[in-house]
Nanobody
Framework: QVQLVESGGGLVQAGDSLRLSCATS????????MGWFRQTPGKEREFVAY????????YYADSVKGRFTISRDNAENTVYLQMNSLKPEDTAVYYC???????????????????WGQGTQVTVSS
């Protein structure tokens, strides 16, 4: 079993930066690919970013490409999402998720993931 705990959310102004963290527990969590998703009320969960278990490959939604960076520290069992140049439309609850494979081409589908955190709220004011 893997547990995920997100932190780092908050209220910021447009143009500011935030770094989200996702602490993972479990002996094999470093072998899992990880993703970040976000969700606003009344909408489906939306893919944001993905990183393979090794950390060598990353993928992003077009809406955040060039502004967000996903990274991981396997020694610390933590995945990060650095968010720069934040916009009001980035406002959402952000979730990290773990996939029990090192890589999947279906990384943008929420159903691909096996474990989820509880989410952290990010609010960007204009």
């Amino acid at each position: 079993q893997v547990q995920l705990v997100e932190s780092g959310g908050g209220l910021v102004q447009a143009g500011d930066s935030l770094r989200l963290s996702c602490a993972t527990s479990g002996r094999t969590s470093s072998a899992y690919a990880m993703g970040w998703f976000r969700q606003t009320p009344g909408k489906e969960r939306e893919f944001v970013a993905y990183i393979t278990s090794s950390g060598r490959s990353t993928y992003y939604a077009d809406s955040v490409k060039g502004r967000f960076t996903i990274s991981r520290d396997n020694a610390e069992n933590t995945v990060y999402l650095q968010m720069n140049s934040l916009k009001p439309e980035d406002t959402a609850v952000y979730y990290c998720a773990a996939d029990r494979t090192p890589y999947s081409s279906r990384y943008s589908y929420s159903g691909e993931y096996d474990y989820w955190g509880q989410g952290t709220q990010v609010t960007v004011s204009s």
